[in-house]
């Protein structure tokens, strides 16, 4: 996918400085909402995407109750994406900050069907390794849009386990020194399983 980029320019600079302060406002201004949140959650991820393999990535979420059977959950996870060829390596690591809306099915038990959708920002960085040393071409953060469907599995009263599917659309629209009309889609499906505590 990076196979080109042994021509590109470290270009670091600002615009990682710039990722990094992001990044960190948008730890903080989560964290600032956990005492409003209905629960809290850790878990697994899996992404299969159409340009840049698969990957085993981890994240969190904040789960918020909008009524009975709606709620709006804030995620953050974190994937990094590695490519060998013969020239060299290239790693693209994507961070997702998402938001969507869920809608819980019928009740069975302990257990709660689920399906929902939103969207979200993609913090990218890149690097390619070859014979010249390490290069961190610059790389445009993108918006994308996910649909969801799940199952979330009540253990206690403050306790539940989930798991669900998930569609991505995302496309890279820009790389310094790479044509990107071409295979930089990161779409494809991908799954969550993990543990949420509620209060």
């Not at 840049?52 to 994406?81: C, H, M, N, Q, T």
């Amino acid at each position: 996918m990076f196979s080109t980029l042994l021509e590109t320019m470290n270009i670091g600079g600002m615009k990682m400085r710039l990722k990094k302060w992001m990044t960190t406002a948008v730890v903080l201004g989560v964290t600032a909402q956990v005492a409003w949140a209905d629960g809290v959650g850790v878990f697994g991820s899996y992404w299969d995407t159409k340009d840049a393999g698969s990957e085993i990535g981890y994240g969190a979420k904040l789960k918020f109750g909008l009524g009975p059977d709606v709620f709006f959950s804030i995620r953050g996870s974190y994937f990094e994406f590695e490519e060998r060829s013969a020239e060299g390596k290239s790693t693209l690591e994507v961070i997702p900050i998402e938001a969507a809306l869920v809608f819980h099915l019928d009740y069975m038990g302990p257990v709660y069907p689920y399906v929902g959708g939103g969207a979200g920002y993609y913090l990218m960085d890149l690097e390619w390794e070859g014979p010249g040393g390490a290069v961190s071409p610059s790389v445009d953060d993108e918006f994308g849009w996910f649909v969801l469907a799940g199952i979330e599995m009540d253990l206690s009263p403050r306790i539940a386990v989930f798991g669900e599917a998930k569609y991505t659309w995302l496309k890279i629209d820009r790389i310094d020194g790479l044509d990107t009309t071409g295979d930089n889609k990161l779409d494809g499906f991908g799954a969550n399983a993990g543990l949420i505590v509620k209060w």
